[in-house]
Every structure is written in C-alpha cells, then in structure tokens.
Nanobody, 114 residues
Framework: QEQLVESGGGLVQPGGSLRVSCAASGFTISRYAMGWSRQASGKQRELVATISVDGNTNYKDSVKGRFTISRDNAKNTVYLQMNSLKAEDTAVYYC????????WGQGTQVTVSS
C-alpha cells in the first residue's frame, strides 16, 4: 500500500528555519514527481513546491528564495527546507506523490510564532 508519512514540523520563531520530511513506502519515489502543499486553518490547500523526476524544481512565488525542496531517492524521502519563516507560513504541510496512487498523509504542523 502506497503511503506518505510527513514529519519534522514544530514551533519556530519568525526568521527561523525548519526542515520537514516525507517518507514514502509501498512505491519508489524515483519514478514520480513529488511536491509539498500546505493548508492553513480556514483556508484552502495550496501548492508550495514541486520537484520532477530529474530534479527540476518549482515554487510558489511567496516562498521562492526561502524554501528548498529536495529528494533522496536512496532513502525514498522528500524534504522541504524552510528558511526565513514568516507567520503566514503557519500551516499543516502535506507531501504529494504525483501519479503514485498514494493517499494523503496526516501532514505535519508548522507554526511560526514568537
């Protein structure tokens, strides 16, 4: 069964950094484009970043230059490094595996607050 398990969220002060991880099981991420989305309380889920099979990346405008998506195919894991965090980055972050048939994971809560 294809699964995604997100981890690494937490409470961080504005301007701080955090790295969230997505461990995949039941399929090999090297065959799929991957991504991260987020959903803030009371708002719609939005796409944050994607990474293609060959490593090309794309970002939501508001996170460009601050967030970096990466993949470690050997570990079957995708990461999102988040720097210079702002209060508006507060959300539950979810991993995406395009075309893999994996269900949504439980997400990981990121809270940016002083």
């Amino acid at each position: 069964q294809e699964q995604l398990v997100e981890s690494g969220g937490g409470l961080v002060q504005p301007g701080g950094s955090l790295r969230v991880s997505c461990a995949a099981s039941g399929f090999t991420i090297s065959r799929y484009a991957m991504g991260w989305s987020r959903q803030a309380s009371g708002k719609q889920r939005e796409l944050v970043a994607t990474i293609s099979v060959d490593g090309n990346t794309n970002y939501k405008d508001s996170v460009k230059g601050r967030f970096t998506i990466s993949r470690d195919n050997a570990k079957n894991t995708v990461y999102l490094q988040m720097n210079s965090l702002k209060a508006e980055d507060t959300a539950v972050y979810y991993c995406i595996a395009y075309g893999a048939g994996a269900s949504w994971g439980q997400g990981t809560q990121v809270t940016v607050s002083s």
